[in-house]
């Protein structure tokens, strides 16, 4: 569930009062969700929707994120649209927490993924990194490669008791992707720009067979577009005894390619981009299923998922070993 923080009617009808969305109708908490407090708003304009961020949202990023969400929207793209008060802010205090209203995008989230979500969604991925090129700020993706040793060692005490050998395999995985990392900084070596950086299937909506709105924009920064690939590859494109499905793999590289081509040089990268995503949620995962306590609202998601496409990526040494 993710609804940590309460809001009273009071504190409700005080915080609308700053926005020009007509009278509440209805209001409740949205269990899904594992990060910050969603609350579905119905008005007499129509449905919201209410976030608390919570803690591990920086609230000084958020108006970068709000800002690449409206200049998204504003280039067609179907992501919720933060709404201003009547003061022009759309950034405000509710129950103690930074709050925001955003739009409610129809549709609903792939519980099972199939083969023909994944050419939409290389389409949807490709039309955000177009319509990214134009919001200009700048967010260094705080979970790339600087922060993954960090990550790995906060994780030392306790790696081995969730996997025996965890520890040892990781650390040699390193080895196999700092080192051929593309090069970052002032003058990256591959197309650069804004990416979401965490587009799961539970972040992707579609209405009958077409995308119809890409949600959760909260690990979204500034980096390798190709990297944006390699994350959704390791999030759709396996099955659940952890094999690729080169089905899926190819149609979402060609949906992405019919909007925005792929140059060889990013083409080359992907393996190591995808063992660096997959590496990526592993430690996070990781990370949470050891300090997440029993008693938790949330249910930590396996991190052993992600080891086995982590195998599959240290095993296919070139592009071509992924069929595209
Ligand atoms: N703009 C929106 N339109 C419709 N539904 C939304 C919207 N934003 C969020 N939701 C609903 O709220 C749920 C949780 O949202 P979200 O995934 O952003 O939560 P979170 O806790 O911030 O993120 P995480 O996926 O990282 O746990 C979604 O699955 C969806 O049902
Ligand atoms: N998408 C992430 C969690 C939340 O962002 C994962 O599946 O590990």
């Given at each position: 569930m993710a609804v940590y923080t309460d809001v009273s009617d009071e504190a409700l009808e005080a915080f609308l009062s700053d926005y020009a969305i007509g009278n509440l109708v209805a209001f409740r908490g949205i269990a899904e969700g594992v990060e910050n407090s969603n609350f579905q708003l119905r008005t007499t304009q129509g449905d919201f929707i209410l976030t608390l961020y919570e803690k591990r949202v920086n609230a000084q990023e958020l108006p970068w994120f709000l800002g690449l969400m409206q200049h998204l929207a504003g280039q067609g793209v179907s992501c919720p649209q933060p709404v201003a008060s009547t003061a022009g802010q759309t950034l405000g205090t509710l129950a103690g927490r930074p709050a925001a209203i955003t739009t409610f995008l129809p549709g609903v989230w792939p519980r099972k993924i199939r083969q023909e979500h994944c050419r939409p969604l290389g389409q949807a991925l490709a039309q955000l990194h177009e319509a990214g090129r134009s919001y200009t700020p700048v967010r260094p993706n705080a979970l790339g490669p600087d922060a993954w040793q960090p990550l790995l060692d906060s994780c030392r005490a306790g790696a081995d008791a969730v996997h025996p050998g965890l520890l040892a395999e990781l650390d040699a995985a390193f080895t196999h992707i700092l080192p051929h990392w593309p090069g970052q900084g002032a003058n990256p070596t591959l197309p650069h720009g804004q990416i979401h950086a965490d587009l799961f299937p539970d972040n992707v909506f579609f209405l009958r067979k077409t995308v119809s709105g890409l949600i959760?924009?909260?690990?979204?920064?500034?980096?390798?577009?190709a990297y944006d690939i390699a994350i959704c590859l390791n999030a759709w494109c396996f099955e659940g005894d952890g094999s690729f499905n080169v089905t899926f793999g190819r149609q979402l590289v060609q949906g992405y390619e019919s909007v925005r081509p792929l140059s060889a040089a990013e083409r080359q990268a992907l393996p190591v981009l995808a063992r660096g995503a997959a590496m990526r949620f592993l430690l996070t995962r990781l990370y949470d299923w050891i300090n997440t306590p029993a008693d938790a609202l949330v249910t930590p998601k396996d991190p052993l998922d992600y080891l086995k496409r982590l195998r599959f990526h240290l095993a296919t040494e070139t592009v071509d070993g992924y069929g595209f």
């Open positions: 959760d924009f909260y690990f979204a920064c500034t980096d390798f577009l």
